[in-house]
């Protein structure tokens, strides 16, 4: 007997037993037609279960615009983290001031799209003053004072630590400052 003739007997079989249980040919196709399409959506559902979610904290930074080495800076400006794991998709923190020492202590939480590139997160503190104090070559009135490019954690996995910025300068990029900030990749549960 081969495979077609032994899908045949099994139809036969199937068949007689929903005939006796007084259901008809059609009935059978309708059954295994709906058992398909529930396998198909819990396939989807389980797609869509699994999202993934980066759950940001960024504290504070230090030695930012320090005063020994930037006298022109005042303590008056004010400063936020512009941040992202995409580049069309940008956030940013709060304003603060202050000035070499800045806390924003805030959450985020980042739906992450895993058929994009998401292996970093890109991190920029600015300050944000007037165009003649902050850089007289920005019409926005912001300068980046430090960036930084940090890998994402493993799923389930945390990091939090101390990170260095650098400063781009005439003359090339210079490491000046630090942020801290703690990281974690949560599942997003659908309910």
Request: with cysteine; proline share 4%; aromatic share 6%.
């Amino acid at each position: 007997m081969n495979n077609t003739d032994m899908t045949e007997v099994q139809k036969k079989q199937r068949a007689s037993l929903y005939r006796k249980r007084g259901r008809s040919n059609k009935d059978l196709t309708n059954t295994i037609m709906n058992r398909r399409k529930l396998t198909q959506n819990k396939r989807i559902a389980n797609e869509r279960d699994n999202r993934i979610g980066l759950v940001l904290s960024i504290h504070h930074a230090e030695g930012i615009d320090n005063p020994s080495n930037y006298p022109s800076v005042f303590n008056r400006n004010i400063y936020c983290v512009l941040f992202w794991v995409y580049p069309d998709d940008q956030l940013a923190t709060e304003f603060v001031s202050g000035s070499p020492d800045l806390a924003w202590n805030q959450k985020y939480r980042i739906e992450l799209d895993e058929s994009r590139d998401c292996r970093f997160l890109h991190v920029e503190v600015l300050r944000c003053g007037s165009s003649s104090e902050s850089n007289p070559g920005t019409s926005n009135g912001m300068k980046l004072v430090g960036r930084a490019k940090i890998p994402l954690p493993d799923l389930s996995g945390k990091t939090e630590g101390r990170y260095g910025l650098v400063r781009l300068e005439e003359d090339g990029y210079k490491a000046e400052g630090h942020i801290t900030l703690s990281m974690k990749l949560i599942k997003i549960d659908q309910s």
